[in-house]
């Protein structure tokens, strides 16, 4: 059976080990979602990692609601991100682009007061980081059939542009209550057109956002993540185990290289649930590598490992205290806490200035 520490082949990878680094919001490029030298830093510290799942990036200007994080619709956004990947190359690792459309949870200070766009006119809970603050949201409207091309198109650019900046693949942003989730959940899509109602209606986007990220960037190089949980920002589904379950077998016939599910227990610290895992359900429809994540440290890792439900396990928190994390789990070091209050400041505070545990031990 499999450990963490045994090579595996991801699509187009030869990935080191299966210690995979989840994609983790910091808020460290420019107002204008230009990358920063110091993301290259940050990035090749955990260069160790079989594979790292960038950050979000957003795909437009429409689809990006979060204070200082990077994109992929500009020239200049692709020139910021050359170093990054270079860095992280040239560190040994590989990296791949996490596509990003907020949908409805993008404020309207980021659109020049226009309302955000969503499956349907609805209105997600909490409030929204901004520039200014946190404020509440505001409602979405329902997206046009012209609208729905016109971000298909968005997705496959964002692609392209990921490609022209060394990414080694891209991986689209399913989960957590964002735009592709938002179509998805019966909950956040009130559709009554050809992509909502039916299950098959509602992955009906997201098979066609899929398509056109193969026909882009090829199978090998498409990943896709999902959240088949219960109520996450908002977005509910009234069946998850078959929602999810047709999600996977989408995936699945489109060949694509992984699928990373988000899926938390009751028992999380963050974003917990009753819904059962659906992992199990989707195995059987998903053929390319599988991937979990939420709340793992090193022996439920390898647990569910030697269960077969998952060939690799991605871990998220812990790499931001531990940019040697693969090392301290090979070795059974203590994990370092992170800082949450600088999750998401500007500058190396509690971004790349988190010691290895060597230079612990050398102290």
Same mark, same amino acid.
């Given at each position: 059976?499999?450990?963490?520490?045994?090579?595996?082949?991801?699509?187009?990878?030869?990935?080191?080990?299966?210690?995979?680094?989840? /994609?983790?919001?910091?808020?460290?490029? @420019?107002?204008?979602?230009?990358?920063?030298?110091?993301?290259?830093?940050?990035?090749?510290?955990?260069?160790?990692?079989?594979?790292?799942?960038?950050?979000?990036?957003?795909?437009?200007?429409?689809?990006?609601?979060?204070?200082?994080?990077?994109?992929?619709? @500009?020239?200049?956004?692709?020139?910021?991100?050359?170093?990054?990947?270079?860095?992280?190359?040239?560190?040994?690792?590989?990296?791949?682009?996490?596509?990003?459309?907020?949908?409805?949870?993008? %404020?309207?200070?980021?659109?020049?007061?226009?309302?955000?766009?969503?499956?349907?006119?609805?209105?997600?809970?909490?409030?929204? %980081?901004? %520039?200014?603050?946190?404020?509440?949201?505001?409602?979405?409207?329902?997206?046009?059939?012209?609208?729905?091309?016109?971000?298909?198109?968005?997705?496959?650019?964002?692609?392209?542009?990921?490609?022209?900046?060394?990414?080694?693949?891209? &991986?689209?942003?399913?989960?957590?209550?964002?735009?592709?989730?938002?179509?998805?959940?019966?909950?956040?899509?009130? *559709?009554?057109?050809?992509?909502?109602?039916?299950?098959?209606?509602?992955?009906?986007?997201? *098979?066609?956002?899929?398509?056109?990220?193969?026909?882009?960037?090829?199978?090998?190089?498409? %990943?896709?993540?999902?959240?088949?949980?219960?109520?996450? &920002?908002?977005?509910?589904?009234?069946?998850?185990?078959?929602?999810?379950?047709?999600?996977?077998?989408?995936?699945?016939?489109?060949?694509?290289?992984?699928?990373?599910?988000?899926?938390?227990?009751? &028992?999380?610290?963050?974003?917990?649930?009753?819904?059962?895992?659906?992992? /199990?359900?989707?195995?059987?429809?998903?053929?390319?590598?599988?991937? =979990?994540?939420?709340?793992?440290?090193?022996?439920?890792?390898?647990? *569910? =490992?030697?269960?077969?439900?998952?060939?690799?396990?991605?871990?998220?928190?812990?790499?931001?205290?531990?940019?040697?994390?693969?090392? *301290?789990?090979?070795?059974?070091?203590?994990?370092?806490?992170?800082?949450?209050?600088?999750?998401?400041?500007?500058?190396?505070?509690?971004?790349?200035?988190?010691?290895?545990?060597?230079?612990?031990?050398?102290?």
């Amino acid at each position: 059976m499999p450990s963490l520490f045994d090579p595996i082949r991801i699509g187009s990878l030869q990935c080191p080990n299966r210690i995979l680094m989840a /994609p983790l919001t910091r808020g460290r490029a @420019t107002r204008e979602g230009v990358p920063t030298p110091i993301m290259g830093t940050y990035y090749a510290q955990r260069a160790a990692a079989g594979l790292i799942i960038s950050e979000g990036v957003g795909i437009s200007r429409e689809g990006l609601g979060w204070p200082n994080a990077p994109g992929l619709w @500009t020239d200049e956004q692709v020139e910021g991100w050359k170093p990054v990947t270079h860095a992280v190359h040239q560190a040994g690792g590989r990296i791949i682009a996490q596509l990003w459309h907020m949908g409805r949870l993008v %404020h309207p200070d980021y659109l020049d007061g226009a309302a955000p766009l969503s499956a349907s006119a609805t209105t997600a809970p909490f409030k929204a %980081h901004t %520039h200014d603050g946190k404020k509440p949201y505001e409602a979405a409207r329902a997206a046009t059939f012209d609208d729905i091309s016109r971000i298909i198109g968005d997705y496959a650019r964002a692609a392209r542009n990921a490609v022209e900046a060394g990414f080694d693949g891209v &991986q689209l942003h399913g989960a957590n209550g964002y735009l592709i989730d938002q179509f998805l959940r019966d909950g956040t899509n009130l *559709r009554g057109d050809d992509y909502g109602g039916s299950v098959d209606n509602r992955v009906r986007f997201l *098979r066609e956002v899929v398509a056109a990220l193969v026909s882009e960037v090829g199978a090998d190089r498409t %990943h896709v993540r999902l959240s088949p949980n219960g109520a996450v &920002q908002g977005c509910d589904d009234s069946d998850a185990q078959s929602l999810f379950t047709a999600a996977g077998a989408v995936c699945g016939e489109l060949g694509i290289a992984s699928l990373e599910l988000r899926e938390p227990g009751s &028992q999380s610290s963050f974003l917990a649930t009753d819904v059962p895992p659906v992992s /199990p359900a989707i195995r059987k429809v998903f053929g390319g590598t599988l991937i =979990l994540n939420s709340d793992y440290v090193g022996a439920t890792a390898e647990a *569910r =490992l030697a269960e077969g439900v998952a060939d690799a396990i991605s871990f998220g928190r812990p790499f931001i205290g531990n940019p040697d994390l693969v090392e *301290r789990l090979r070795r059974g070091l203590p994990l370092a806490d992170y800082d949450p209050k600088l999750a998401y400041t500007p500058g190396s505070e509690g971004y790349t200035d988190y010691p290895e545990a060597t230079a612990l031990t050398d102290a």
